[in-house]
């Protein structure tokens, strides 16, 4: 199996997990997930300094930068796995 299909997977996995992940284990599948579907940041940042959660979210996918997509599939797989595991 490809890493595509095994990302593919953990997508559905991810979806399993019955006790609900921490905020910041939710950001890195997050910016895990934007790396691997859509590289590198493409989107301003957000212009109201009071919008905690879009802030937190570019700047954890603004972390990424330059990570291979197929880099950050495997960290998601494995992310996803663990979280399966606990």
Same mark, same amino acid.
Request: proline share 5%; net charge negative.
């Given at each position: 199996?490809?890493?595509? %299909?095994?990302?593919? $997977? &953990?997508?559905?996995? !991810?979806?399993?997990?019955? @006790?609900? =992940?921490?905020? %910041? ?9 934007? $790396? &691997? ?5 493409? #989107?301003? =940042? =957000?212009?109201? =300094?009071?919008?905690? #959660? ?5 700047? &954890? ?9 197929? +880099? !950050?599939?495997? +960290? ?9 595991? @606990?």
């Amino acid at each position: 199996m490809g890493i595509t %299909e095994l990302f593919e $997977q &953990a997508l559905a996995n !991810s979806k399993t997990i019955t @006790e609900r =992940p921490s905020n %910041e284990i939710l950001l890195k599948l997050y910016s895990l997930y934007k $790396q &691997a579907t859509e590289g590198d940041i493409n #989107v301003d =940042p =957000p212009s109201n =300094p009071f919008d905690i #959660v879009n802030k937190a979210k570019f700047n &954890a996918w603004n972390e990424l930068k330059g990570n291979t997509k197929e +880099e !950050s599939m495997q +960290e998601y797989i494995d992310l996803v796995n663990k979280l399966k595991e @606990e």
